[in-house]
């Protein structure tokens, strides 16, 4: 089993929608929880930090679920801009960030 | 303007070529670290690095050297490059203390490299 699991996709939404993606982690003391958003062909930037209680910017919303072991994050009123992979990232301790290999998504005119 | 900076961006070798992808970062980050991405894998880990002349193995280190002289670089060598080496490669900083922003990880543009 993978440390980081993430639908891969693709996701392909209409303008408007709203769009969720799960990812589930196996280390349980995994420490702290982030969304990085990756563009075709370019490096990883860091979309949100993910924490306990929930945390929302702007149309994106992230959540954690520690008893479940996973992560969530929900785009409202999605653009054509959002179209990119979006990587699950969990920080197992202070050396050891774990990946998920990504969820694709395509937002349609 | 923080940066990371790897060269070359796109390089195409032989089988066997030594060849070596530097990394400089502007931060004055401790921690940097070396991925490959692959499809359908995502990013894993090469290598790490705490400081300076402090370094780490990380999922898949057989094949690659680092080396940490000084805190800004962070050099990726490939002694004898083979083909399951092509990949796409980034160098990544990070304070890497606590939570929340300390946790950011910046990285580099990448580095497409093909081994024939």
């Known amino acids: 089993r993978k440390e980081v699991e993430q639908d891969p996709g693709p996701f392909n939404v209409p303008e408007g929608a709203t769009v969720a993606f799960n990812c589930t982690y196996s280390n349980s003391a995994s420490q702290s929880f982030f969304w990085y958003r990756q563009d075709c062909r370019k490096e990883p930037k860091l979309l949100m930090s993910?924490?306990?209680s929930g945390n929302e910017d702007g149309r994106f919303t992230a959540q954690l679920n520690r008893a479940s072991q996973y992560i969530s994050l929900l785009i409202r009123d999605s653009k054509l801009s959002d179209s990119a992979t979006y990587l699950c990232?969990?920080?197992?301790?202070?050396?050891?960030?774990?990946f998920g290999a990504g969820t694709r998504l395509t937002v349609k005119p | 303007e923080a940066q990371v900076t790897q060269n070359p961006r796109y390089l195409i070798t032989v089988t066997g070529k030594k060849l070596t992808v530097t990394c400089s970062q502007n931060?004055?980050?401790?921690?940097m670290s070396w991925y490959r991405q692959d499809p359908g894998l995502g990013l894993r880990q090469i290598y790490y690095?705490?400081?300076?002349?402090?370094?780490d193995k990380g999922d898949v280190p057989e094949g690659y050297k680092v080396s940490r002289k000084e805190k800004r670089n962070f050099p990726l060598i490939l002694e004898s490059p083979s083909p399951n080496q092509t990949s796409l490669y980034f160098c990544a900083s990070s304070l890497f203390k606590g939570s929340g922003s300390g946790n950011t990880i910046y990285f580099g543009e990448g580095s497409w490299l093909t081994v024939v």
């Open positions: 993910v924490y306990s």
């Open positions: 690095s705490m400081n300076v002349e402090v370094t």
């Open positions: 931060m004055n980050h401790e921690y």
């Open positions: 990232v969990v920080k197992v301790n202070n050396n050891d960030m774990r």
